[in-house]
Nanobody, 124 residues
């Protein structure tokens, strides 16, 4: 089993920045990819970004390219999501997720483990 814990959410004004953290514990050696997803009220959970646990390959949704950056610190078993130039439409609960197999990195169904989520609100 893998346990994931997100932190760093909060309220920020449009144009501001936040950094989310996702700390992994348990059988972390089995992780292949860590992804971030978000879910706004009344909407489906959408892919935001992902990073391979070993090689560092990154993937981004078009809506966040150039504004969000995913990174990892394997020594700390932690993945970070730096979010800049935030917009009101970025408001959502952000979840980190881990998978230990291959397949589409953008598909919710491909991820085995999920954190509890952290709220990000972008509002003036």
């Amino acid at each position: 089993q893998v346990q994931l814990a997100e932190s760093g959410g909060g309220l920020v004004q449009p144009g501001g920045s936040l950094r989310l953290s996702c700390a992994a514990s348990g059988r972390t050696f089995s992780i292949y990819t860590i992804g971030w997803f978000r879910q706004a009220p009344g909407k489906e959970r959408d892919f935001v970004t992902a990073i391979s646990w070993s090689g560092g390959s990154t993937y981004y949704a078009d809506s966040v390219k150039g504004r969000f950056t995913i990174s990892r610190d394997n020594a700390k078993n932690t993945v970070y999501l730096q979010m800049n130039s935030l917009k009101p439409e970025d408001t959502a609960v952000y979840y980190c997720a881990a998978r230990n197999g291959l397949g589409s990195v953008v598909a919710v169904s491909q991820y085995n483990y999920w954190g509890q989520g952290t709220q990000v609100t972008v509002s003036s």
